[in-house]
């Protein structure tokens, strides 16, 4: 099957439907869901390890009112043994889990990187599961390393025809059904283009797929006409069903009045009895209505744009920026076809810049050299623009407005105008842990191990961290991060592909580290995940090949199969620490480590080196993540953290405080190596748990607490005395990563609040100590009861909804709460916020 789909790819890419560029936009498995994950009401199961699912969950911008199954991620999450000897096995235990406890009409089952390389027989292991459970199961071959997002939503359409379309007859039909095709409800557009449709007299048969159902697409086939809105990438869904069932096809987009306009009379003139008078009255009305709402946002007009988005939208787009009377200057054209690239030049003035290279670095420099006042693109660009103080509007699939149809355009303006106006104006209890086996295919608390190594080389200057894997893990796990610090994150990958897979990726990795070498890089970390390990590659030849150059290199074997996001986090940590020289050096009075764990924020990093500070002592901490706070500018390899200067300097500390019970064996790597002794601090939230640091500084320093951690202990208490009124007795429930839940539990334990459960990703000692009545290793669908109030991330909202139930948030990823990484969790300070957040939070829901 993988050799056939890159078959198709290439024939297809020879007659330019594909966009050219391979890489740097995803890979073919998130192309895939991105077109099929809108069918709401259909399960869908990523199956491979936890990375693809974890990293993508949530992270479209598609609305359902057909079902709530696209908000929840579903992973056969495949460990060590289940690769070598049982994914099979696991995969019929998950699809029987889910067809029995959810019920779908439907289950899209995933193959990624790792099932696609151990050579399963997807097809026949669906379609023996499907008549075992009595269910539709369908077959999804798209890992990641076969092709670009493009060819993954091609793949899709393939799926919809072979085994979806024309697999039932409708309960009715009409002289002008149509289907629309390569709509995905994107932030509800499709709320602003369904209205126009059925006024101009068109009936929806089949949503392929925004807002769609399993069954309506089953019946695509007895529709008159194939509506393919604003996407080439299932041109191939219409030209099949010409072929298949005679159904004709037109290509229109919603974006501007212009291509309203256009689409709606291109589709009548498919119909002869289309009411044509009736049409032009409508786009006189609603023009109408629309340039009185225009009305409010005449400060874009003239205003000169730089755009950079995909397919049909790339021209769409234009024209509808056009309408608003902006002025496009340059366009993007790395993920257009030559016709889209064709339509573009049309659409444009002649001194508009067309550009092929959407480097950071090349999109800031057309910015200035065009003088231009905003960036229209996707979200992963959006800090580019944020650091060097342009305006920027989002229309791609991550964005949360709907821009399609007359109202979309109106949000488009306010957006715009917005942006502008913006930037002109400012220049102890032991638990009972309980393994969870039933729920542990839904909804995943646990994230990638790479996705925490690279949170933690973030935090060491000048720093490369290099995936050795399919693009998709980089691009996936890159916006995850970049979605919960909101600041650009240095990652790169080597982009492996099927000749890489088949053949052998080493050439591409020794350019790629050679190529990041040049751009000042002082340590290229290379972290090799689970393609790696089933390619069976010799790495250490690699790293051989890099020993003594001017620049330190590490290689990191992070299989995806093998542990969670905090073991990556504190086995990147270990292997930094491995740079530290092996001798007993003189130790430098009052010097002391500072091992931080990825749990605390990085305002927390900022708040620990100043507390340390405040008594004499000079504290090098790593990982230092306070860069990533908003102050760092954009870089291609990480700016600010500790130098490794300063790493090598460790070895002469007096002694080393660990922040985060999970980091206790990276304190033992520096005893081992420099002979300093550590004590673990496990929490720094509430007043013994502050005491305790507060006092072990005062011992190290031989100095007095100072005046200031003396009133905010005394500020501290009674803010709690204050807030026992609203939070004593309040029932809590936490799904975090153990370092973070252990942090949080002595301040509500000291609250009164009862910590009925907890649920972590991972198994280790840490949990053993927890002061919860139970703690379950598992996800958050493990949460169904009612609690007062349950603290997680931000994947745990629609769970929050679910048990009706307030949602704190904290931990990885968060991301619909603004200005979490600005905020101080640790010392009384923190704490103080913690609590007066619980109080607002349930006053809010008592309201």
Not at 44 to 65: E, M
Not at 132 to 151: Q, S, Y
Not at 803 to 832: A, C
Request: glycine fraction near 8%.
């Amino acid at each position: 099957m993988i050799v056939e789909t890159l078959n198709k790819t290439v024939q297809t890419e020879k007659r330019e439907k594909l966009c050219r560029a391979r890489g740097g936009e995803s890979c073919a498995f998130d192309g895939a869901m991105i077109v099929l994950q809108p069918i709401a009401d259909a399960v869908h199961l990523v199956h491979g390890p936890i990375s693809c699912c974890a990293n993508s969950w949530q992270s479209r911008g598609t609305i359902s009112t057909k079902g709530n199954f696209h908000k929840m991620g579903f992973t056969t999450d495949l460990g060590e043994l289940d690769v070598i000897l049982a994914s099979e096995e696991r995969l019929n235990r998950a699809l029987e889990y889910i067809a029995l406890k959810f019920k779908p009409p439907a289950i899209f089952v995933y193959s990624t990187c790792v099932t696609g390389l151990l050579g399963e027989d997807l097809e026949r292991i669906c379609q023996e599961a499907s008549k075992r459970l009595k269910i539709e199961i369908i077959p999804v071959n798209a890992p990641g390393f076969v092709g670009p997002k493009n060819l993954g939503n091609r793949i899709a359409g393939e799926v919809l025809i072979k085994h979806v379309i024309g697999r039932e007859e409708p309960p009715l039909i009409s002289k002008r059904d149509i289907n629309l095709i390569g709509e995905y409800n994107i932030a509800g557009d499709q709320f602003f283009i369904e209205p126009l449709l059925e006024e101009a007299g068109f009936r929806i048969l089949s949503r392929i797929t925004g807002n769609s159902t399993f069954r309506e697409i089953k019946w695509a086939h007895r529709a008159k006409l194939n509506v393919i809105v604003c996407s080439r990438a299932l041109v191939n869904v219409g030209v099949e069903m010409e072929k298949k069932y005679g159904i004709p096809f037109v290509e229109v987009s919603f974006f501007g009045k212009t291509e309203i306009a256009r689409a709606l009379k291109k589709i009548a003139s498919a119909f002869s009895d289309a009411n044509l008078e009736k049409i032009e009255s409508l786009i006189e009305r609603e023009e109408k209505k629309l340039n009185e709402s225009l009305q409010a946002y005449q400060n874009i007009k003239g205003k000169r744009a730089v755009l950079y988005t995909g397919g049909v939208k790339s021209w769409s787009m234009i024209s509808a920026l056009k309408d608003l009377e902006l002025e496009v200057v340059a366009v993007g054209v790395k993920k257009s076809t030559a016709e889209d690239e064709k339509k573009i030049k049309e659409l444009v003035s002649e001194d508009c810049l067309l550009f092929e290279d959407t480097s950071p670095a090349n999109i800031l420099k057309i910015m200035k050299d065009r003088n231009a006042h905003i960036l229209i693109a996707g979200g992963r660009n959006q800090y580019i623009a944020i650091k060097e103080g342009f305006p920027f509007v989002d229309v791609n699939q991550e964005r949360h407005r709907a821009y399609a149809g007359y109202r979309g355009l109106v949000n488009l303006a306010e957006d715009i105008s917005r942006a502008l106006n913006f930037y002109s104006s400012k220049k102890s209890m032991k638990p009972q842990i309980i393994v969870s086996n039933a729920e542990s295919f839904v909804d995943p608390l646990k994230n990638s191990p790479f996705v925490g190594a690279v949170m933690a080389l973030q935090g060491v200057n000048k720093t490369m961290p290099i995936l050795h894997t399919a693009q998709g893990c980089n691009f996936l796990g890159k916006v995850l991060l970049i979605k919960h610090f909101r600041e650009p994150i240095s990652m790169i990958s080597t982009k492996l592909f099927t000749e890489d897979v088949v053949m052998d990726g080493k050439e591409k990795l020794k350019g790629t580290i050679e190529n990041f070498a040049k751009k000042g890089a002082k340590l290229v970390v290379l972290i090799t995940g689970a393609l790696s390990y089933m390619k069976g590659e010799n790495i250490d030849e690699v790293v051989n090949l890099f020993k003594n150059r001017d620049f330190s290199f590490l290689h990191l074997p992070l299989p995806d199969y093998d542990g969670g996001m905090q073991w990556g986090y504190k086995e990147a940590v270990k292997k930094i620490l491995s740079l530290i020289p092996a001798s007993t050096v003189k130790k430098k009075h009052r010097q002391i480590n500072i091992i931080a764990g990825g749990h605390l924020t990085p305002a927390d990093f900022a708040e620990l080196k100043e507390i340390v500070k405040l008594f004499g002592l000079k504290p090098l901490i790593l990982p230092d993540l306070s860069y990533l706070d908003g102050s760092r500018d954009f870089s291609s390899i990480t700016k600010g953290g500790t130098s490794l200067e300063n790493i090598e300097q460790m070895a002469s500390s007096e002694f080393t405080i660990v922040v985060g019970n999970s980091l206790a064996e990276a304190g033992e790597v520096i005893k081992k190596k420099a002979g300093i002794d550590f004590k673990v601090i496990g929490s720094m939230c509430g007043i013994r748990a502050n005491d305790e640091f507060i006092e072990t500084l005062s011992l190290l320093s031989g100095k007095r607490i100072p005046e200031r951690f003396i009133r905010e202990r005394k500020a501290l208490i009674d803010t709690m005395r204050d807030a026992h009124f609203e939070l004593t007795g309040r029932t809590v429930a936490m799904a975090l990563e153990s370092d973070m839940a252990f942090h949080l539990a002595g301040l509500i334990e000291e609250m009164g609040m009862p910590i009925k459960l907890v649920v972590v990703p991972e198994r280790n000692e840490e949990i053993k100590v927890l002061p919860s009545e139970r703690v379950v290793i598992g996800c958050l669908s493990n949460i169904n009861e009612r609690y007062d109030l349950l603290i997680s991330n931000s994947h745990a909202k629609e769970r929050a909804k679910k048990i009706k139930t307030p949602l704190y948030e904290m931990g990885f990823p968060v991301y619909k709460t603004f200005g979490y990484n600005q905020k101080v969790t640790i010392g009384y300070r923190g704490s103080i916020n913690i609590i007066c957040d619980m109080v607002n939070l349930l006053s809010r829901e008592v309201q």
